[in-house]
Each structure stands twice: as C-alpha cells, then as structure tokens.
C-alpha cells in the first residue's frame, strides 16, 4: 500500500479484521490479517489518533477537534458522536455497549455512559449540547450545557466557562 498520509494508531478486533486511523480522516481496514488494507471513507478531513474495536463491526475512532466516530457496521458508514471538547482526543477505550472513554489534549479525560448515537450528527463549529440532558437556561435565556458530572465541562472559545 502506498500512502502519503501518517497512521497514528491500529487496532484488531480478532485475529483477521483491524482498524488503522491516520492524517486526513484515514481509516483503513483489513480483513486478512493485514496483508491487504483497504480505504474506508470517514467524511472528515480532520487527523484521527486512536481506534478501539469492541467486535469486528462495532469500532469508535477519536481524534482532532474533538472528534469521535463510531461504526456498527464494519465501517460501511460512521456517524459522528457528540461530545463536549473542541481538544485533539488522542486515546480511546471501548468494549462495546454504554461505558466509553476518551483522553486527550490539557489532560481531557472523557466519560460516555450512554449508548452510542445511531445516527448520524451533524458536526458543528461549537461543542454540541449534551443528548438526553437536563436543559438549564442561562442568565440571558440561553440553553447550558449540562451533565451529571461525568465529564469535565469544556470551555467556549469565546466565552469564559459557563456554570450550571
């Protein structure tokens, strides 16, 4: 395989399929043991650092801004997840199911305990509202991102933190 693009990390979910993630939203998959690796298209153009297959089909990629992708279907299709840092998230764990975690960038250490979105989400230019959460109203009316403490809060870009 000749690649111009960095690959950052690999990942085997037995001993045929694996994963590996790179520079430009790479994603490559082998079905062989690695002897063949075939291009998979993420729709991200941003760096992707870490790769976890819970089973064959179900994997979750972290990486730039933030970014985490998931498959359920051997990476036919990845939806993008929500999450909460605009960070480069460089590490992640993941056995399936509800319990995931990702660390990155300033010490961000990220815990989901829902379901991944089965969905695709739109990726915004702000970190995103945390799904099924308690909706609180700001000082001016504005919706506050909320939690139940399980991960730290992320800061705006261009605003100071904003409190529950």
Known sequence: MNLKEWLYAVAFADDKRGYAVGEKG???????????????????????FAVSAASRDDVLIAGDHG?????????LTWSSQPTITSSPLFAVAYHGGANTWVAGRGGAILRRNTSLATVSIPTPKLPPLLRGSPKLKGQNGSQLPFDDDDIPRATRPDKKPLKP
Do not use: Y
């Open 67 to 75: 970014r985490v992708l998931a498959t359920k279907d051997g990476g």
């Open 26 to 48: 790479i994603i490559l998959r082998t079905d062989d043991g690695g002897l063949k690796w075939k291009d998979q298209e993420s729709g991200v153009s941003s760096n992707l």
